[in-house]
């Protein structure tokens, strides 16, 4: 999910177990603030001294908690503005807090923040998130046929994603074992893989690609499952994969020869067609599928 898909905020989730949106609220503004949940908020609700819904998570908890404890509006204030930007707690900040029995726990996280989120700017990004979750619960195919389209074009390889389950615990298996080594493709390609898995496990499949069925860029819904675009093979760009579309719309073709002139794609092109199935039992040129036609004449 936006805002919640990285692995970093992945591992919140599970530490923090939030039941309520204001407690995903709470955990968007310790993920985007620096020193806030890391080696802070982290450790005090691992050891049991606070639950999420005490810790500092956003600039505006702390001046509305030293509100509440007794400080006065203006001190609150600019405690917060020291604390969000980083500048930690003065003496007099810090004896100001402590008259006010605000416990030390509270003051060592405010020393350690280095900058932290605004709470209107998490609740914005928490509904936008929320929205889309409904999508993914409830209109799964539409969720994942966009997801892939839109979030994971550059990042779709059908060669490893396609194919099922096993092909695809297989594919993140050799990018965990290749741990340093791996390539940024690599990196950016797992978190796909796992949505694919995740989506597999789910129920839901993809269909080949097909020459004259997928789109030529967009993921589409079909009978059930996805269809996979042209350009999610590996190696096919969106404008060699446009101009087949546009080719293909003008009849179908009656050769490999005919893709290429019509489309005008390289052999490189017909070879990635020819991976995937694409072409199976197609002429190689135009003049093979005249001599076939004649033959047929003549046999009836």
């Keep these: 999910m936006p805002e919640f898909g990285t692995r970093f905020v992945r591992e919140m989730l599970v530490e923090t177990l939030p039941k309520t949106f204001e407690e995903l609220v709470r955990i968007s503004g310790l993920s985007h603030g620096t020193d806030v949940w890391t080696n802070n908020a982290q450790e005090l609700v691992k050891s049991g001294t606070v639950t999420l819904s005490d810790a500092i998570c956003t600039r505006d908890d702390i001046m509305t908690y030293l509100i509440s404890k007794g400080l ?7 405690i917060m503005e020291s604390v969000r930007k980083g500048k930690g707690l003065t003496e007099e900040q810090e004896t100001l807090m402590r008259e006010n029995n605000v416990p030390d726990w509270y003051i060592d996280s405010c020393k350690k923040i280095k900058y932290m989120f605004p709470k209107a ?3 914005a990004y928490v509904t936008m998130a929320f929205r889309i979750a409904w ?3 409830h209109m799964p195919l539409a969720y994942y046929a966009a997801f892939f389209s839109i979030r994971a074009a550059d990042k779709f390889d059908s060669s490893c994603m396609i194919l099922g ?11 965990k074992r290749m741990g340093n080594e791996a390539t940024k493709k690599d990196e950016d390609m797992y978190p796909v893989l796992e949505i694919v898995l995740e989506m597999n496990e789910r129920g839901y499949n993809f269909l080949p690609i097909d020459l004259y069925k997928s789109d030529a860029i967009k993921f589409k819904i079909e009978d059930g499952a996805i269809r996979p675009p042209l350009n999610s093979i590996a190696g096919m760009g969106g404008i060699a994969a446009t101009s087949i ?12 020869q005919d893709i290429k002139k019509r489309a005008k794609v390289g052999d490189a092109t017909i070879a990635l067609l020819e991976k995937f199935g694409c072409v199976e039992g197609m002429s190689e040129t135009n003049q093979m599928s005249l001599f076939d036609s004649l033959s047929g004449l003549a046999f009836s």
Excluded: C, L, T, Y
């Design 72 to 78: 006065p509006s203006q001190n609150s204030f600019k």
């Design 121 to 123: 700017h998490a609740v």
């Design 135 to 137: 999508f993914k619960v």
């Design 165 to 175: 389950k096993s092909k695809v615990r297989e594919k993140m298996a050799e990018i």
């Design 245 to 256: 579309q546009e080719a293909r719309e003008k009849g179908e073709f009656i050769s490999k």
